[in-house]
């Protein structure tokens, strides 16, 4: 079904006029402690036409509010349908039908088919008084020709609408059309020319028998002429000729083999000339692959962004300033190791570079908030000795996650860290400390306001403002604003480790998609605690396992375009699902890494297989939704969706039933938001530099300081030129936060 909600435009006297579509559901009436939250609808957001197609906005049977916000110069009207809107209360109306009578035919043809994957007509046609005699057509086109076999005269016809998706609802009929048909003029000319034409069939196959033998050979060479072979061929045609050799094909004539000229190969050479030429098409959704291919490339084209050497000037310094306040973090109460080591990931939590729950984590859109994201983490405590005792207590965990115990370790690290740690009796009458991700990510969060509170009162020339900063449960997100750039912080407190955990021993006895490509010891150097607990644990005590320096390295192993499918596929998910998130971008990437294992490297390999993957990784998500089934990558016997209720799986999937149906309309629209955002982007970066906002390279008190960070700015670009794909660490000295040291892999800068 389409759903257009049309309006009459505004009868006030305006030199420019927009309209913007909005519509609140269920879910998002609830929100903002009942008072509501109205949400755009993509494709009509400051449109000039007094339409919108909200068919795929308005995609489930619940109840939504519909409003219209008209921008009149700088006046704003609202305007809302004083009743919801439900598509299960939709009334099929009666078909338009035109109907042309003709010489032994009647044509019939039907206004408005847009809808015809969804609704059929039933057509009713008769003659005049023999109403028992009535032949019933199902049309699924616009136009259908009916042959009248019961002679000339008036016949009649009439028409319903019958809507399948909803238990086949049907309209009202249309009012009975008769129309008067005659008959055929000059039938026997119909007599006469079959008789020509089979007289002249004959003459011609009598003729042909007779010239064939004499003019074979000239027959032949000039039905199947064979082109000369380009220069560059002649040295290959022994190769050829002796796979034809290898198996000839007998004519005729004993002991004859046929040449590559025979009809028969002539005939399956055109055959596979026509497939070769034809479109490639989706069965599912007869979407063509070429088509799809062109909008993924289009999708990458606008969300990847190329920066040049301002903006990675600007990058560098809001990096800058973020390690400086780090180092000030530290010097707080000395709790931060002296020499940390960071990791540095592209792309915010919300855009799935780590496990965390995204429904606790509110929402940021790029363009309107950001223009780049950033994940950083910062460990609380690094256990980087492989002498030093860890006890892992997964005993009262769900799979995937583990308690911290301080049990074992030194009495200053106790010390430190003893009012961010739950206290529990050990069975050997001990006291037993459990690192608290909830009581760490709290004194971090207070501990950087501090510190930004300190930087505030005493700015320095040059400094990226702090335009926002929030915190999301154990999440601290920051916004800094550099020049006319805007860079979002996902800044998360974690434990990091060397080695790797026992509970994900087994997966390295399999084999994978990397063997061979990057060596093991790359992808075990390390993993993480996350302050992210499951359904069922305790939140004051339950860390969650990451191995997000792992995945940094399998990440070099992917193809250029699978990576671009998943991209595309991740967009087209987080539009589609929205609040609350119960399945992020996350999940998807471990479909990937799972992809990446099943598949041959060779057919991943394939540049221009992106749709291919984009509706694999489709079909693989809505699976897993459908079984309620989605193993870790690295801990495969932790099913992420297991909590997830069956209301809620069946939901989604048939969300993704929808984007599966038609993936060519969901990634124009993905594009869209991708244009709107850049389009956001170069309005905020416009109206920065009219209004004089300060950059990093115009901040400089004197060229000599501008110096040490335009080498800086080139040395990073350098690094990341020749280093593609490569982990990046960045090791800070508190006492000289202005000579960062950087580590790319095992080398050292």
């Known amino acids: 079904m389409r759903h257009v909600l049309k309006w009459r435009s505004l009868q006030e006297f305006c030199s420019s006029v927009s309209y913007t579509v909005k519509f609140q559901g269920q879910y998002e009436s609830m929100q903002n402690n009942g008072s509501g939250k109205w949400e755009d609808a993509h494709s009509c957001i400051n449109i000039n036409q007094t339409e919108c197609d909200l068919s795929f906005v308005l995609g489930s049977d619940s109840n939504y509010n519909i409003s219209v916000l008209t921008r009149c110069d700088d006046s704003l009207l609202w305007f809302q349908l004083p009743t919801t809107f439900n598509r299960i209360d939709t009334v099929l109306l009666a078909p338009e039908m035109e109907v042309k009578p003709r010489a032994g035919q009647i044509e019939v043809y039907f206004r408005d088919r ?60 249309t009012a009975e059309r008769c129309v008067e048909v005659r008959e055929l003029e000059f039938p026997w000319l119909v007599a006469v020319a079959a008789g020509v034409a089979v007289t002249l069939t004959l003459a011609l196959a009598v003729t042909l028998g007779l010239v064939t033998p004499r003019c074979s050979r000239w027959i032949r060479q000039s039905v199947c002429n064979k082109e000369a072979l380009p220069l560059v061929l002649p040295e290959r045609r022994p190769a050829v000729s ?93 709790k931060l190791p002296v020499a940390n080591e960071y990791l540095l990931l592209s792309g915010g939590v919300r855009d799935g570079v780590v496990d ?23 460990p609380a405590l690094k256990l980087h000795d492989r002498n030093q005792p860890v006890t892992l207590d ?38 037993n400390y459990f690192f608290s991700p909830t009581l760490v990510a709290d004194w971090f969060q207070e501990a950087v306001a501090l510190v930004l509170a300190e930087v505030q009162r005493k700015p320095q020339r040059g400094m990226p403002r ?41 997966w390295l006895m399999e084999n994978h998609f990397w063997d061979g490509k990057i060596t093991e010891e790359e992808v075990i150097s390390g993993f993480y605690l996350l302050p992210a607990c499951s359904v069922s644990g305790r939140r004051e005590n339950e860390w969650r396992l990451s191995f997000a ?37 996350y999940h998807l990437r471990s479909i990937m890494l799972w ?83 850049n389009r956001l982007t170069q309005e905020m970066q416009r109206r920065g530099s009219s209004s004089g906002l300060p950059s990093p390279q115009n901040d400089a008190s004197s060229s000599d300081n501008q110096q040490p ?41």
């Not at 003659?127 to 086109?141: D, E, L, P, R, W």
């Not at 962004?305 to 310094?317: G, K, N, P, V």
């Not at 390295?553 to 998130?581: D, F, N, T």
Request: hydrophobic share 40%.
């Open 114 to 173: 847009r809808d015809k994957n969804h609704t059929n007509i039933i057509l009713d046609i008769w003659k005049k008084g023999n109403k028992k005699k009535v032949s019933v057509y199902n049309i699924t086109g616009q136009r259908f020709y009916h042959d009248v076999l019961h002679g000339a005269g008036e016949y009649c016809l009439r028409a319903v609408a019958v809507l399948e998706l909803k238990n086949n609802t049907r309209s009202n009929s």
């Open 242 to 334: 002796m796979v034809k050799m290898a198996a000839p094909v007998l004519n005729g004539r004993s002991g004859s083999a046929s040449s590559s000229s025979s009809p028969t190969a002539a005939a399956n050479n055109t055959i596979n000339n026509r497939l070769v030429c034809a479109p490639e098409l989706d069965f599912r959704s007869g979407s063509r692959m070429d088509e799809l291919n062109r909008l993924i490339q289009e999708f990458s084209k606008h969300d990847q962004r190329e920066y040049d050497d301002q903006r990675a000037l600007e990058i560098h310094t809001a990096k800058d300033f973020i390690f400086s306040m780090l180092g000030m973090v530290q010097k707080l109460d000395q």
């Open 356 to 378: 965390m729950d995204l429904d606790e984590l509110g929402v940021y859109n790029r363009g309107s908030d950001y223009d780049m994201a950033f994940t950083l983490l910062v």
């Open 394 to 431: 997964m005993r009262h965990s769900a799979l995937g996650h583990s308690w911290l115990s301080l049990r074992l370790f030194d009495e200053g690290t106790i010390t430190r860290w003893r009012d961010c740690c739950m206290v529990a009796d050990h069975m050997n009458g001990t006291t």
């Open 466 to 506: 702090v335009e926002r900063v929030e915190r999301h449960s154990t999440l601290l997100s920051m916004i800094l604003g550099v020049g006319s750039s805007r860079m979002l912080y996902d800044i998360v407190p974690v434990v990091s480790f060397k080695g790797w955990p026992a509970v994900a021993q087994s």
């Open 549 to 585: 320096r792992s995945e940094v390295q399998l990440k070099k192993c992917i193809s250029p375009g699978l990576m671009q499918a998943y991209q595309a596929c991740k967009a087209i998910i987080v539009k589609m699902i929205g609040q609350p998130m119960v399945v992020g971008p």
């Open 595 to 677: 992809a990446c294992d099943r598949l041959p490297a060779n057919y991943l390999a394939q540049e221009d297989f992106a749709a291919h993957f984009l509706l694999g990784l489709i079909d693989d998500l809505q699976h897993c939704f459908v079984n309620k089934s989605c193993p870790n990558y690295f801990i495969p016997q932790c099913n992420m969706l297991e909590q997830l209720s069956d209301e809620s799986a069946i939901f989604h999937a048939r969300k993704l039933a929808l984007v599966r149906s038609d993936p060519t309309e969901h990634l124009r629209a993905t594009i869209e938001q991708a244009k709107n955002a």
């Open 709 to 749: 960070d335009d080498r800086l700015a080139k040395k990073l670009q350098q690094l990341v030129t020749e280093n593609p794909g490569k982990s990046i660490s960045v090791f800070i000295n508190p006492d000289d936060v202005s000579r960062p040291h950087f580590r790319i892999d095992d080398k050292f800068f």
